[in-house]
Nanobody, 128 residues
Framework: QVQLFESGGGLVQAGGSLRISCTAS?????????MAWFRQAPGKECEQLIA?????????YYDESVEGRFTISRDNGGNTVLLQMESLKPEDTAVYYC???????????????????WGQGIQVTVSS
């Protein structure tokens, strides 16, 4: 496991944009792992998977609720994972978590239990 850190959240008006980032502690490379973004909306018990990027970036998945508005990508040699969020809606309000696939060189699983390292979460609030 590795400690992950999210940054860049905050408050934005509906229709606005935000970019959140995920990095790892120390020199732990994320570039060899698929990464995902989940979110947990207020009052919801479970995290919702919203985006996956494979270790090499060749496979990208979006939940239909964010497809066309959110973009997942890698930077810094693959060791920073970004989520660019456009055309934000009030229903995007949630705590957003990045997570690392437990397997090396994976395409990115769809089940939360397949991710073994999680960030502490960052709040994104979209006002109407």
């Amino acid at each position: 496991q590795v400690q992950l850190f999210e940054s860049g959240g905050g408050l934005v008006q509906a229709g606005g944009s935000l970019r959140i980032s995920c990095t790892a502690s120390g020199r732990t490379p994320l570039s060899r792992y698929a990464m995902a973004w989940f979110r947990q909306a207020p009052g919801k018990e479970c995290e919702q998977l919203i985006a996956i990027i494979s270790w090499n970036g060749n496979r990208i998945y979006y939940d239909e609720s964010v497809e066309g508005r959110f973009t997942i990508s890698r930077d810094n040699g693959g060791n920073t994972v970004l989520l660019q969020m456009e055309s934000l809606k009030p229903e995007d309000t949630a705590v957003y978590y990045c997570a690392r696939d437990r397997s090396l060189y994976g395409l990115g699983p769809s089940r939360a239990r397949e991710y073994d390292s999680w960030g502490q979460g960052i709040q994104v609030t979209v006002s109407s």
